[in-house]
């Protein structure tokens, strides 16, 4: 198990690092859109070239980013789910601990990319931040309730977590998928076709299936879940894509509509969401946290886990920037074979029926359903 776990934490570090190389490929938004270009001056030839460089290079950013965020959803996940219910001496960690060190990781990682854009100058990266957060309140407050909701989000998965196996977490969390439809559609104004919403039909049905209650619960060890603590995971679950849907489309439409670095933005989500994080864990962890410190019960699965939440952000934002929310939503339906099949050989936490199976059909059915459709009659792009 050592060094099942040393491997994996080698191969999270490994995909925290490419993370930060995806800038690389783009360094800014202005070079990813169409050049403006003077009616009075004709282009040679040679000048045509270009857009066509940035359309493959967006291209390959968006499905390098999109596969990214697959790994990194099904890590989080499992590491998470391992981290809940693993046995140790001492206390357990507490969740808006965790929360609390996602955030402030997230931070200074955004602060070192902004830095890195601007040749590591600090005085770059001091006026970039006054500009853009001190001289700008308004703008950045609107970015408070998206970070206050993503804030609820994060607590809300280490509950689902703690009550629910990694393979019925990932397929229930998809309905995020369907709360993310409706808020594209209503904020967004984004046209979905017949075979979309169907798809999102499908979707339902499947998450119904793979909730649906077993009839054979004889076969289970100690650690099955009883049926209390299954009704507060799938509870969590649910609030969390709620969430998930409003605070993500809100997220979009605010990147979408700026011209903004999205590590800026990812500053200024992060500031709020470490203030309302430690007001979270004060207000219902304070006195452990006073008799035993905010780090209690850490240890290196613990730091995984802080890391793969922090890196999740990122890549999050760098999808849904030069991608779309709900394409960013649909892939993590590919997690769901990896999450089921570790969570059965790996946790052994997992019973999987032929029930479940179904309803995992349906979800992954409906992700390529969704997924075709886009790209036969893709939903044209605002100027």
Same mark, same amino acid.
């Given at each position: ?13 490994? =995909? ?13 938004? !202005? ?26 290079? =967006? ?6 980013? =999109? ?30 601990? !965790? ?10 990682? &955004?602060?070192?990319?902004? &830095? ?124 969390? &894509? &709620? ?118 059909? =349906? ?21």
């Amino acid at each position: 198990m050592a060094s099942r776990t040393l491997s994996y934490f080698h191969s999270n570090s490994l =995909l925290f690092f490419f993370t930060l190389d995806l800038q690389k490929l783009v360094p800014t938004m !202005a070079e990813m859109s169409t050049p403006e270009v003077s009616p009075m001056a004709p282009a040679p030839a040679a000048e045509s070239m270009p857009p066509v460089s940035a359309s493959a290079t =967006l291209w390959r950013l968006k499905y390098v980013s =999109l596969g990214v965020l697959v790994l990194q959803t099904t890590s989080l996940v499992l590491t998470m789910r391992y981290s809940r219910t693993l046995l140790g001496d001492g206390p357990r960690y507490l969740a808006s601990s !965790a929360v609390v060190s996602a955030e402030l990781l997230k931070i200074l990682t &955004c602060t070192l990319l902004v &830095c890195r854009e601007h040749s590591y100058s600090v005085r770059g990266l001091n006026h970039v931040l006054t500009e853009e957060i001190v001289n700008k309140p308004m703008d950045t407050l609107k970015l408070a309730i998206p970070s206050g909701i993503y804030t609820l989000q994060n607590n809300l998965l280490y509950v689902a977590l703690s009550n629910l196996d990694a393979a019925t977490y990932q397929v229930t969390y998809q309905l995020k998928i369907l709360t993310t439809a409706l808020f594209s559609v209503s904020m967004l104004g984004r046209r979905l076709s017949m075979y979309q919403w169907l798809s999102l039909l499908i979707l339902m049905i499947g998450v119904v299936f793979v909730q649906w209650p077993s009839e054979s619960p004889a076969a289970s060890g100690p650690e099955q879940q009883s049926a209390g603590s299954q009704l507060v995971g799938v509870l969590a679950v649910l609030a969390a &894509c &709620c969430s998930s849907g409003f605070a993500g489309v809100y997220f979009e439409k605010i990147l979408k509509e700026t011209k903004q670095s999205v590590w800026v933005r990812n500053i200024q989500l992060g500031l709020f969401g470490l203030v309302f994080g430690l007001m979270g864990m004060f207000v219902y962890d304070g006195k452990r946290v006073m008799e035993s410190g905010m780090f209690q019960g850490y240890n290196r699965i613990t730091w995984i886990v802080v890391v793969l939440q922090a890196l999740g952000g990122l890549v999050v934002a760098a999808v849904i920037k030069y991608a779309d929310n709900i394409l960013k939503s649909f892939t993590t339906s590919i997690s769901i074979i990896l999450s089921t099949i570790i969570s059965y050989f790996w946790l052994q936490d997992f019973n999987p029926t032929s029930v479940f199976f179904l309803g995992a059909v =349906l979800v992954i059915f409906a992700t390529f359903l969704y997924g075709y459709q886009g790209k036969v009659s893709p939903t044209p792009s605002r100027v």
